[in-house]
C-alpha cells in the first residue's frame, strides 16, 4: 500500500537566523540548553506556549520543512537533538495545560448535561401532566355535554307533558260540561 502525500501551501520562510531566534524564544533565557524541558516558573511557561501558539498555529504552513530549513549549516546533531527536547518539553507543557483545561471544561460540561437531564425529566413530567390534564377535560366535557343533554331531554319531556295536563284540563272540563248537559236533559 502506498502513501499518498497531499501538498500542502508552504508559508514563506524567514531567513534561517530570525527562526532560530524564534525557537530560542520558546525555551527561558536563564535556562540551560541541556537541562530538563520542563524547568520554569508558571509565566515562563505560559509565555513559551503562547509563542508557540503563535507560531506553529498556522495549520497551513509545513512546520518540519521550516524547521529544517532554520537550522544552521552544517547541520549538528547535537542542535537538533537540543531542539527536539525543547519540543518535547513543549509538547509536554501543552499537554499538561490542555489536560487541565479540559478537566476543568469536563466538570463544567458535566453540570451542564445534568442541568439537561434535569430540564428533559422536567420537561417529560410537563408532558405527562398536560396528557392527563387534556384526558381529564375530554372526560370533563363529556359529561358536561351528556348533562347539557339530559337537562334538554328532560326539559322537552316537560314540555311534553305540560301540554299534555293542558290537553288532560280540556277534556276534563269537556267531560263536566258533557256530563251537565247529561243531568240537565235528563231533568
Request: net charge negative; hydrophobic share 40%; with cysteine.
Amino acid at each position: 500500500m502506498m502513501m499518498q502525500t497531499v501538498p500542502r501551501a508552504v508559508a514563506p520562510v524567514a531567513p534561517a537566523g530570525e527562526q532560530m531566534d524564534d525557537m530560542n524564544n520558546l525555551v527561558d533565557d536563564d535556562q540551560d540548553p541541556n537541562a530538563a524541558p520542563n524547568q520554569g516558573t508558571a509565566e515562563s511557561s505560559a509565555s513559551r506556549l503562547s509563542s508557540a501558539i503563535s507560531r506553529f498555529g498556522d495549520l497551513t504552513r509545513d512546520a518540519v520543512t521550516d524547521e529544517l530549513a532554520s537550522l544552521r549549516n552544517p547541520v549538528n546533531v547535537s542542535d537538533i537533538e537540543r531542539c527536539i527536547e525543547r519540543y518535547t518539553g513543549l509538547e509536554e507543557e501543552m499537554g499538561t495545560l490542555l489536560g487541565s483545561q479540559i478537566i476543568s471544561n469536563y466538570e463544567g460540561f458535566m453540570r451542564g448535561m445534568q442541568h439537561v437531564q434535569q430540564v428533559d425529566l422536567e420537561f417529560a413530567l410537563i408532558g405527562v401532566k398536560v396528557k392527563n390534564g387534556r384526558r381529564r377535560l375530554q372526560e370533563a366535557d363529556a359529561g358536561i355535554v351528556q348533562g347539557g343533554l339530559y337537562v334538554a331531554r328532560q326539559r322537552r319531556r316537560r314540555e311534553r307533558l305540560d301540554a299534555v295536563l293542558a290537553f288532560v284540563a280540556e277534556l276534563t272540563e269537556l267531560l263536566k260540561d258533557r256530563q251537565r248537559m247529561e243531568e240537565c236533559a235528563a231533568q
